[in-house]
């Protein structure tokens, strides 16, 4: 039976490799971000040009923060090893933990991500829940991407993933400051799919996670910062139109 410390361990060491490494990966990287992987999911050249010309974060991706942190305010802070115990430990009902970074090597490449909600018993990841600010109450590729890395990391770390489930959260911006969210009273967190009140509206969806399938969506992802390929640009015109970079980029369709 696997032990904490084991997985504890185990995640220190890709850590230290991130630190450690020269960074050969495209852009001098030493890692690869899972939100970096769902960018590329949204528009591969974005991502580049957003290297090439960084700007300050939008007021929307501000408010997205605003919104993780007031559903996270009533958590208790605790170690990663506790986190990790605390995962693997029987119990009647699954524990949840925010905010968990994980971090595993794919062809020996460090992954790196931080889960905004994972729910556990006795080693099993039963939830991966990613939650999303916006507008536009749609589940997009990029959120079955990212959610479901978080679940095959989780598993390549040592949790069992065999029967995970995941689960896509999308609330309105006028949601960001509700205190139903702080302490998950809104209606949304009794396992509807949708809920609507005066001041916004949410939308949720669970998934089965799919091994096999994600495996290959992370090695298109790895190519590309392995420098195997060009950026591909989006064939969407509607992500042109609201992209940061749509003035700088040759292959704009807006
Ligand atoms: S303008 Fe379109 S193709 Fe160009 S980076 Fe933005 S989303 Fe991608």
């Not at 939100?35 to 590329?40: L, M």
């Not at 997205?64 to 693997?88: D, T, Y």
Request: overall charge neutral; some cysteine; proline content about 3%.
């Amino acid at each position: 039976m696997i032990i904490a410390g084991e997985i504890l361990d185990k995640y220190q060491e890709v850590m230290n490799r991130v630190f450690e490494s020269k960074g050969t990966l495209r852009f001098g990287r030493n890692a690869i971000s899972i939100s970096s992987i769902a960018q590329q999911y949204y528009c591969e050249k974005a991502v580049e040009l957003n290297h090439a010309h960084p700007l300050p974060p939008t007021k929307k991706m501000l408010q997205g923060e605003k919104g993780h942190e007031n559903i996270i305010r009533a958590a208790e802070p605790v170690s990663k090893e506790e986190c990790f115990k605390e995962a693997l430990t029987a119990r009647e009902k699954p524990v949840c933990i925010y905010e968990l970074g994980i971090a595993w090597e794919h062809k020996e490449i460090p992954v790196i991500g931080l889960v905004d909600e994972a729910w556990f018993r006795e080693g099993d990841v039963e939830m991966v829940v990613e939650r999303k600010f916006s507008n536009n109450l749609k589940v997009y590729s990029s959120y079955h991407v990212q959610a479901q890395l978080y679940c095959l990391g989780l598993g390549e770390m040592g949790f069992n993933n065999t029967d995970t489930l995941y689960r896509i959260m999308v609330f309105k911006r006028a949601c960001i400051d509700c205190p139903k969210l702080e302490d998950r009273s809104c209606d949304i967190f009794t396992n509807i799919r949708s809920y609507q009140c005066n001041n916004g509206e949410s939308i949720m969806y669970t998934y089965e996670f799919e091994k096999q399938n994600i495996q290959k969506d992370l090695n298109w992802a790895v190519d590309f910062w392995q420098g195997k390929r060009d950026a591909i640009p989006t064939k969407i015109k509607a992500k042109c139109k609201v992209c940061q970079h749509k003035g700088l980029c040759d292959f704009s369709l807006a």
